[in-house]
């Protein structure tokens, strides 16, 4: 155990975690707050997965409070137990602020964690903060020793206005779509070309659940994992599941993209190539999709044969890491990444395979990077459609006045990337989510603009159609008929303002519309 006080001590720290460089998490003032208080019987935990800020969080909150001799930094080992940091409390009276880096790895940890709250905040009035690699640890001790003793901030999620004010606001949607997740500048997810966002997924995720499930209850709630465990394939098993839904990703991307008019314009000119050989209709027959699925669908034995209550419970686990968010009422099938750049790390590796498939192969060069690219940016649109609609999800000012889900008509010819629900009203705002900086409405728009497909969502649903809006890379305009285009970084900066601005536009549009037909 590596304990550290003092001017001297906290210096070393200070300059380790360049604390006087790097901007501070939004939960920052939350933290000092706690610190601050006369009393609060709670310690607090600061829970997440690598590379999202804790121990740099901790380090700021101990420069912040600026008295080294009142705070003592502790570093938990692999063979410390409570009783040590216990002592360590007792032989440094005069300190009433205590950051414990690493506290998963404290043997007793998830058994015995509640004296720290029980007798040192609630009792001696200390300030006891926590972090740790081994997050899930944190969750069973919430249900269990930590339950209503501790404060809790979680820091895995950096939505995109957060990740800008750390990293710069000369990062893009592009960055946060292809490295957002950690604070380490994108380098995470790409360690080279065979290992992209792997080497996170074991270390961050994988061994994250594994020494969990260990130290938890003495190794006891293994449950449906227990014969994985057994047989040493547990943290393999949990990077397939990754991996494989990631896989699914992709082949529904695919899919999508058949649908698009992309595909049209490249059919059109695979057929107008007179030096290619292979038939253009391959990219709008069954057989083209066949081999793409035949590309993504590597089976996986060890995921293959494992009980389906096994699968359910790392999924839960990843649920609760915030590794994925599964949007409520889809049946765990539509799953959301809170790193994008996990997924897309992911995906671009799966994408190389598929680039290998046997019709690929045979299309000349220029025409496999012309599908590579477009393919691309339909992975890109539809990560960003995923990064809105988790966004305003997790956004408490919008989700605590909006509904946000998605909606579909049965035959599946009209959809709506991101609807927003009133929950006071019946009234709904309508949003199209586009990767581009073009403006194209007839065909970025079509759905907003169609009146049938309009009418019919407002039938299906019950609910009032009040604001309809295109999210794209593009400067913020006005289109027509009361729809909004509206820059991706407004809406996700300063949402409940551009969807105030997209009702008013409607508002402007329906009363030119009665004004015209009084008119007439």
């Not at 208080?37 to 912040?64: F, S």
């Not at 901030?153 to 779509?177: A, M, S």
């Not at 950690?182 to 080497?199: A, C, Q, R, V």
């Not at 270390?203 to 994250?208: L, M, Q, T, V, Y």
Request: charged share 30%; proline share 2%.
């Amino acid at each position: 155990m590596d304990v550290k006080t003092g001017e001297e001590g906290l210096h070393e720290l200070i300059t380790n975690y360049q604390v006087k460089s790097l901007q501070k998490r939004f939960c920052f003032p939350d933290l000092m707050d706690y610190l601050r208080r006369d009393y609060d019987p709670r310690v607090c935990t600061i829970y997440g997965l690598r590379r999202t800020g804790k121990t740099t969080l901790m380090a700021q909150a101990a420069a912040e409070l600026h008295d080294p001799d009142s705070v003592c930094w502790i570093i938990c080992g692999e063979h410390d137990e409570i009783q040590d940091v216990k002592n360590v409390i007792h032989n440094h009276p005069q300190c009433r602020y205590f950051f414990l880096d690493e506290a998963t790895r404290l043997e007793n940890f998830m058994d015995a964690s509640s004296i720290l709250a029980d007798r040192y905040t609630a009792i001696e009035n200390k300030r006891i903060v926590m972090a740790g690699t081994d997050s899930l640890g944190f969750h069973f001790a919430f249900g269990s020793e930590l339950f209503d003793r501790t404060h809790i901030f979680h820091t895995t999620y950096i939505p995109y206005r957060e990740y800008r004010y750390l990293l710069g606001d000369d990062k893009t949607i592009d960055d946060y779509i292809e490295y957002g997740g950690t604070l380490t500048n994108g380098k995470i997810f790409y360690h080279n070309d065979e290992t992209s966002g792997m080497d996170y997924t074991n270390d961050a995720i994988a061994e994250n659940i594994f020494h969990s499930l260990e130290h938890y209850r003495g190794g006891g709630a293994f449950g449906a994992l227990l014969p994985i465990y057994a047989s040493g394939e547990l943290t393999t098993f949990i990077r397939k599941i990754v991996e494989l839904d990631n896989r699914t990703f992709l082949a529904q991307t695919v899919n999508r993209m058949f649908r698009s008019h992309d595909m049209g314009v490249l059919r059109s000119n695979l057929t107008r190539d007179p030096a290619l050989d292979v038939d253009a209709s391959v990219l709008k027959n069954k057989d083209f999709l066949e081999e793409v699925r035949k590309a993504l669908s590597i089976r996986e034995p060890l995921v293959h044969k494992a009980d389906a209550q096994a699968i359910e419970t790392i999924k839960d686990y990843l649920e609760v890491l915030d590794v994925i968010y599964v949007v409520p009422g889809t049946d765990r099938q539509v799953v959301l990444f809170s790193q994008p750049g996990l997924r897309y790390s992911q995906v671009e590796k799966e994408k190389k395979l598929l680039l290998e498939s046997k019709y690929l192969k045979e299309f000349q060069e220029t025409m496999r990077r012309d599908f590579a690219r477009r393919l691309d940016e339909t992975i890109k649109g539809r990560i960003m459609e995923n990064i809105v609609f988790l966004d305003l999800t997790k956004n408490k000012e919008v989700s605590d006045r909006y509904q946000i889900t998605t909606y579909r008509n049965t035959l599946g010819t009209h959809e709506f990337d991101v609807v927003l629900f009133d929950k006071e009203k019946d009234d709904a705002i309508l949003l199209e989510v586009k990767h581009s900086d073009d403006f194209a409405p007839a065909y970025q728009a079509r759905h907003l603009y169609d009146e049938d497909a309009c009418a019919e969502f407002e039938q299906k649903t019950g609910m009032k159609i009040v604001g309809k809006g295109v999210v794209y890379r593009g400067d913020t305009r006005y289109y027509a008929a009361g729809i909004h285009y509206v820059s991706v970084d407004a809406m996700l900066e300063q949402p409940l303002t551009c969807i105030q601005m997209l009702q008013n536009s409607w508002d402007a549009h329906v009363k030119k519309t009665v004004h015209r037909s009084k008119e007439h």
